[in-house]
């Protein structure tokens, strides 16, 4: 059973801006905190932004003032709009959310890519 679909990625000039969307199910018991990684090839995947239910956020040094991560609790989804991207964006992007079970549960989106060209 899917529990989080992402949306939004492609291919983009640099400069250029692209909004990632991802869902998360209503099977999902409760729903913490959402957050996007991401996963260059090659590399490990490192997150990118992360916000909790009351809005609180956390970005990677990299990404901070150009990307800027949002939610809307009633529709279970988080929203990523990237501005100023640059060619070392161009990676796989992961939606993360965290259930509120006991003991926690992580779940991971399929990923959409982002490429960026220079």
């Known amino acids: 059973q899917v529990r989080l679909v992402e949306s939004g990625g492609g291919l983009v000039q640099a400069g250029g801006s692209l909004r990632l969307s991802c869902a998360a199910s209503v099977s999902i018991f409760r729903v913490d905190t959402m957050g996007w990684y991401r996963q260059a090839p090659g590399k490990q995947r490192e997150l990118v932004a992360q916000?909790?239910?009351?809005?609180?956020?956390d970005y990677a040094d990299s990404v901070k003032d150009r990307f800027t991560i949002s939610r809307d609790n009633a529709k279970i989804t988080v929203y990523l709009q990237m501005n100023g991207l640059r060619p070392e964006d161009t990676a796989v992007y992961y939606c993360?959310?965290?259930?509120?079970?006991?003991?926690?549960?992580?779940?991971w989106g399929q990923g959409t890519q982002v490429t960026v060209s220079s």
């Open positions: 916000i909790t239910p009351g809005g609180n956020t």
């Open positions: 993360n959310a965290i259930e509120m079970r006991v003991p926690l549960r992580q779940y």
